[in-house]
């Protein structure tokens, strides 16, 4: 299948590349180190150095046989688009060029701007440029379980059948987010499902959780092809950030009660939930949303694994209750189903203490690059 | 109350002005002639010269006594947005400043882009000017009845309690709309929510149903004081349009089946709803929804009301069915409740025979300018 993934230089795109190419698919990279200028712009880096896409690409060449030609640009421009469709006719769209971060969303109006312009921007042009150029192709998108908020009924997958008054109505999943980024994630659903029924298009919508871990078959062949290890408090997922901060001796900054609870999944299984929704794709003028999580845990749940995790590998791990500095609620009733990839066939890798203790490994190796005064950054939403 | 109004120069804009100052409110007026610039690139005309805005603040100020200060400019622009803010410290903004046709945002890829790019980042615009100079201030923005769609059960005021598996929500009103730039205006009402949410602010989202009419208290003093009438496909509204078809000869294109119900309203009452939803301001941290239309027809109850109207005034009117450009369902269940503005005061203008028989005679009058080619554009949603 010829797969164009966008956002190719993320923490998530590269591992796809790699995971996609390996599995026998024909694969075109796209980025605008968007990540990377904004690491820059607000004085952070991540835990070690990743290379660029050129010589990323070159050494995934090299150990295992598969060119990825790339383009570096910005999508939110539609001469640029307009060249990489003509250029690569995809049977699919993996699409994750979008300004990743919450809290980055929430630092200043410039922040919220510039997440807002890219991120609604650059799904517009890639419906039009699958409308233009290859209309059957294939949209798989990153969305998120954010999207959905912490309602006090179960989260359903994507849809809910609403009865009132004596009515039947079938809707998408009314959706509430708690930052500014997740919420142009559900202005992309409404954008796409809009499409989807007026052009039909064919959509997958992945609902995904936060993600952890940084290594998967490809990424473990050589250190240069491993993603993004962000460990700030803007960039770094939070499991990836407590296992750093356990390894700097930085407690584990819990935010408020620290019930704050959320489905999780190893970055294995992204690729493979990724993998999957291409390989059975969305039928023409289907929206197919699924949830993409393996397990849910509370953020207090989250701290006392990587402190067990880390006592026992001889590491002192305090837990710290900090004032919240986001508006969410601490405690929450949170039921959310998952099934459809599960159904596609996903096997999950579950979080286990051995899994834990290979990223706190990994983060010891790592640790004299470690700039504790990077990592909690009280970026504050109201 | 100092109020800014942006979006001045508009069908609505303009007539809010006019009555907002004739009720003893300082009144800045803001626009930048988009909708004009509009009807150049799709070469439409509305059905009599409006005079720009400096001039009809003139003409506005010589009747009335009262000076509206007037700005151009493009309030996607911050640079702009942060010296009208810091000029005239408001009370209260009415947000009509957005590209407001659903088929101008359907015509093609460069109009879907302006219409996502305007409507998204002048409301985003607006909610950071106020949180920086002015948090107390309280935002009438214009939504509208499409953002519902057409659920198979009832539409509540903006909000929907759901059962769920013995358990209960209230979501905001789940939304989906049937063109870009309705949908627009749903991403509009997240964006508003979550800041509301997030940093307290007071909003009013009025969703509006198609208005008809151009007179007003203050619009009938003079001639140059009449807000654009449109009768083309594009940017004139479904009543104003027929009444206009009737007079040219041109019959009334009734697309597809014609049993496409909405709720529509008198643009006096408009200006009602507007006044009486700043007089009585949401609460901070609220959002308030109202559901703004007097009353609900179908195209088919509207073609014939016209046709009556006009018999009686001796045109000959005829009723076309052609096949329908858009998608959209053409008989389907319309309950939609509206009761927050009559209980805040609201004393609806139904739409009778006079008002139509007005409506036509003032068409009359200007018979000579119809360009009967610029009516029916066949705007294809597919």
Not at 223 to 242: A, H, K, Q, W
Not at 246 to 259: D, E, H, I, S
Not at 278 to 302: H, K, M
Not at 330 to 339: A, C, F, G, L, V
Request: proline share 5%; with cysteine; charged share 25%.
């Amino acid at each position: 299948m010829r797969i164009l993934i966008l956002g190719a230089d993320g923490y998530l795109g590269w591992p796809t590349v790699m995971h996609l190419t390996a599995n026998g698919h024909e694969v075109m990279a796209v980025d605008n180190y968007l990540r990377r200028k904004l690491f820059n712009e607000v004085g952070v880096e991540p835990l070690f150095e990743v290379p660029r896409l050129d010589k990323r690409c070159a050494v995934w060449e090299r150990i295992s046989g598969c060119r990825v030609p790339f383009f570096i640009g910005d999508l939110a421009e539609w001469k640029f688009v307009e060249k990489i469709f003509r250029e690569f006719k995809p049977d699919a769209i993996v699409h994750y060029a979008e300004q990743p971060a919450a809290p980055y969303s929430m630092l200043n109006r410039k922040a919220a701007t510039l997440t807002l312009r890219n991120n609604l921007l650059v799904t517009a042009n890639v419906i039009f440029a699958v409308r233009e150029f290859c209309p059957d192709a294939h949209i798989v998108k990153l969305g998120t379980m954010g999207e959905y908020g912490t309602p006090d009924i179960d989260i359903e997958e994507g849809w809910l059948e609403v009865e009132h008054k004596g009515r039947r109505h079938n809707f998408l999943y009314p959706r509430q987010a708690s930052s500014l980024y997740h919420t142009t994630k559900i202005m992309d659903t409404d954008l796409l499902w809009f499409y989807v029924r007026t052009w039909g298009l064919r959509v997958t919508d992945l609902m995904q959780g936060p993600v952890y871990g940084i290594f998967t078959d490809e990424s473990e062949k050589d250190d240069r092809l491993l993603p993004f290890l962000n460990y700030d408090e803007i960039f770094g997922t939070v499991l990836n950030r407590f296992a750093v901060q356990a390894v700097a001796g930085y407690p584990l900054t819990v935010f408020g009660k620290g019930g704050q609870t959320r489905g999780y999944l190893n970055i294995k299984d992204t690729l493979n939930c990724v993998r999957l929704s291409l390989e059975v794709p969305a039928d023409q003028g289907e929206l197919r949303i699924f949830n993409q999580f393996t397990e849910t845990f509370s953020v207090n749940e989250l701290a006392e694994k990587v402190k067990a995790a880390g006592t026992s590998r001889g590491l002192k791990v305090e837990i710290q209750h900090v004032e919240n500095p986001r508006i969410e609620l601490e405690e929450h009733y949170y039921n959310p189903s998952h099934t459809g990839l599960i159904e596609l066939g996903l096997k999950p890798h579950y979080l286990t203490e051995e899994v834990l203790v290979k990223m706190l490994e990994f983060a010891v190796k790592h640790k004299n690059n470690i700039a504790p005064d990077t990592i909690y950054r009280e970026v504050r939403w109201a």
